[in-house]
């Protein structure tokens, strides 16, 4: 009867914790609970750890280990086992050192996992090299599982003669073990360790006949050792399929059962010579591997090292071509910048045309050059303003001045030289000019006949220079102000029609 695997989902076990899982198809923690080639538990670089949780209630359970399909690099190599209550309370039980290799190694624990203790821990610390590590399944039994697990099954083959199928056994050995040696099979020569238990999958024993029978003698048969297989485990139907290496030991006594002391019922004779070339065999292939195992690793630094230094290179290589390109961009600029330079200096004569919307550039000046101009046309038009008022209180006091002279020389001339002192003409500055303005009205009553009496007399009179008037500049009067063109005429028909008739009323009394 098998034993009953308590870490199998079908058996009530489940995961409930686990470091990581990589992002891969069947990749998941939960495939540990099914016994499948195919289904693994791939995680990342060790350390790492899965908690099972076992079906409630189970009898103390005294074997635990693990599968592996392939003989990788990366397969567990020392593994912590511990127990508790819950999945805080943990309790270190064993620390395995698992054998290089595929299949499935089970180790005894020093105290059985009480039955109150539902949850194990298996942590990952070591690997047998770099990489991420995995695992197909998890085993745990209460009892020894017996033959299946052991290196050779005594009740199963019976024991062969010496003397009789020594020579047709021993070419089957060699045969394999040529194979083995093609194929580069590592071969297990580590002894088990004191609880320590080695999984044999290939089940029932394989019988090899005799070559003597080809000579016609009849011989017992006598039945070949275990093969090691290539990591395949049994299907449903129980068989599985047979290896081509042999898997033995350099004694009989490493047959015997581990752990519990119990000794295999029967064990396989060999002669002695035989033996020890077929360990000696062994060594020799198990140093191959080694040596083989040293070359991949070798390798594999070679091929970092040989990766780092390409991916420096390639850096570097960018790292000079951004370099140059910054450095050519750079001096493109500057050549850019000089013959911009150079060319500022120069004047083109030929026609640039822009390609810009007109009514767009028109609103854009006169939203920004209007208020401009609107403030400084105001500015001007005041100061213009001023200068001008300025101007024509000028003209206008040299005018009264000048006109007031000549009243006077006209008068002087006019009246006899006896009556020249007495009349004195008040003379009008530009403080009293407002006294000389007469309204018009009061000029239309003046008879014409006064100022025909003088007219000969104006002649005589020399023209009063303005210089003040005549420099001006003639844009400085050109602006729109008030008219100045009757100014100088009111005023000169004013003082004529007052000094008129002053004269007039001063004859006539005379007379009288």
Known sequence: MTERNWALGENGAKVVEVSHEAARVASEASNL???REDLLWITGDAPQHVTLQIANPHPPLQYVGWHVWHDYLTNPKTVEVASGESCEDMVAQLVCQAVPGAGTQIWKLPSPIPSNHMFIRMKILETFGSGPTYMNHVVVFANDPGARFRGLRGGDFSVAKTKEGSSGRMSVLLKELDEDIRALHPIKTVTPKKNMLLYVPQEPMLVYPQEEEE?????????????????????NSGSCEASHCPHRRCSAENFASVGNGVPVTQTVEVQKSFNDRLCMLEQAVASLTQSLNHQREDLTMIKTALLQQASERRRELEHRLTTAQVSSGQERQQLEHKKSSRASHHHYNHQVSVDFPEDALRTFVEGVVAPLLHKHTKRTESHTIKKLDDFLKDIVTEIT???DIRVRSHLQQALPSHESSNVNMPYYSSDNRRAMHTPISQTNKVQPSVHGDYRSAAGTVPPYPI???AG?????ISSPCRDTSGVP???IRETFAESDSKLLGRTSARSE
């Open 401 to 403: 001045q000048a006109v």
């Open 467 to 469: 210089s003040s008037y």
């Open 33 to 35: 609970l099914v016994e």
């Open 215 to 235: 000579e016609g003698e009849e011989e017992e048969e006598v039945p070949s050792p275990p093969l090691r297989g290539q990591g395949q485990r049994r299907g």
């Open 472 to 476: 001006l500049p003639v844009s400085s």
């Open 489 to 491: 005429v009111s005023i």
